[in-house]
């Protein structure tokens, strides 16, 4: 059964300070990576996408991705009370569905 | 802006009801997902769609809950007789398809139906 494993927190973080959430999976045929943010009671939105492994940056949010360790991991830097919300993983390889992880509460202390 | 659209939002209803929820895709997204949120279970991938055909419906009581796509742009989401372990929020997400891209496209979330059944 293919699973995508987050830690659930929370993980509390001071503002400004840099947040790191953590994802691992277990289909190593697994080539999409995607994170979503959720407020509460809302729906989850796309933040960051990543299909190569390496880094891919878009404003204050770095993804990484590690194929060798089925690691991946979300950077969210400068962190703001804005940002608190859980982090979903989800993972998705060629011809199957996305499997999303249990999610990572962040909260940022002002 | 294009965005997933989901009716009811909310719910309320009496266990043994029929309850039917709909979700309009994204125009020309031909992807259809339709998830199950609960505190205890998280995201549950329920059914799945493309080209308006079902490819895995497997996460879903057999017994109780239908999923369809009579257009491309309305898909239902039906639970007969409805149960009070059913109550969750229930999302619908579409996408486009990966051929010729990047090797898949991110889902796009609808608002979810919060259902509550007594």
């Known amino acids: 059964q293919k699973e995508v494993e987050q830690n659930s927190g929370p993980l509390s973080v001071p503002e400004g300070a840099i947040a790191s959430l953590n994802c691992t999976y277990s289909?190593?045929?697994?080539?999409?990576f995607f994170w979503y943010r959720q407020y509460s009671g809302k729906s989850p939105e796309l933040i960051m996408f990543?299909?190569?492994?390496g880094d891919k940056e878009d404003g204050r949010f770095t993804a990484q991705l590690n194929k060798a360790s089925q690691y991946v991991s979300l950077l969210i830097r400068d962190s703001q009370p804005s940002d608190s919300a859980t982090y979903l993983c989800?993972?998705?390889?060629?011809?199957?569905?996305?499997?999303f992880g249990p999610g990572t509460r962040l909260s940022v202390l002002p | 802006d294009a965005r997933v659209t989901q009716t009811p939002r909310h719910k309320v209803t009496e266990m043994g009801q029929e309850v039917t929820m709909r979700c309009q895709p994204i125009?020309?997204?031909?992807?259809v997902f339709w998830y199950r949120q609960t505190m205890m279970q998280g995201l549950e991938l329920l059914a799945y769609?493309?080209?308006?055909?079902?490819?895995?419906d497997s996460g879903m009581p057999k017994d109780r809950f239908s999923a369809e796509m009579p257009d491309a742009t309305l898909a239902t989401l039906k639970i007969q007789p409805s149960e009070p372990r059913d109550s969750a929020v229930y999302f619908c997400?579409?996408?486009?398809?990966?051929?010729?891209?990047?090797?898949?496209?991110?889902?796009?979330f609808g608002d979810g139906t919060r259902l509550s059944i007594l």
């Open positions: 997400a579409s996408g486009l398809p990966s051929a010729g891209g990047p090797p898949n496209q991110p889902q796009h």
């Open positions: 289909d190593r045929g697994s080539q999409s």
């Open positions: 990543i299909y190569s492994n």
């Open positions: 989800a993972v998705k390889g060629y011809g199957q569905n996305f499997v």
């Open positions: 125009l020309g997204h031909n992807t």
């Open positions: 769609f493309r080209n308006r055909a079902p490819l895995d």
